[in-house]
């Protein structure tokens, strides 16, 4: 036999999986890495700092409604830029199809640069919307923890 006959062979007897299989695990262990070490969340459609606060408090829920308002006053309603004489037709409008009206409740997302003047007709649409539960997004202040 031939020994170039003889190495072909050889190759030809071995199954080509030997090289995935170490390639697999990786990818697994690269897959349970990413899956425990980052959290995936949607992000804002704008960058925002929210306000300082002392409360360690977080809603169990998710909202129903999110409002994101920049600092250049910018409203979003749910990831979609709205007008403010839109926000309470909108609100209105995802109230009724709300399957428990009971826990129903909006988040707004203000950046802690805004002044309280510019969210004070945001907060009269809601209310003209008829929705009494509405949250505050905060972040924890850096000496709260102290």
Known sequence: MNIKQKFIAQRD????DDG????????????????????IQKSDPIKITPPDSINEQRPSTEPNVMLVVGS?????LNDDLVVLEEVQTRLSN????????????????????LNIEKMRPLF????????TKVSIA?????????
């Open 20 to 39: 995935v299989i170490p390639l697999i695990n990786v990818v697994f262990l690269m897959l349970i890495f990413f899956m425990v070490a980052g959290q």
């Open 13 to 16: 007897s071995h199954s080509g």
């Open 72 to 76: 250049a006053g910018e409203i979003y």
């Open 94 to 113: 995802l109230f009724d199809q709300a399957q428990d009206p009971e826990a129903f409740w909006v988040q707004v997302k203000a950046d802690g640069q």
């Open 138 to 146: 905060t972040q924890l202040s850096k000496g709260a923890s102290e």
């Open 124 to 131: 009269s649409e809601i209310r003209q919307a008829g929705l």
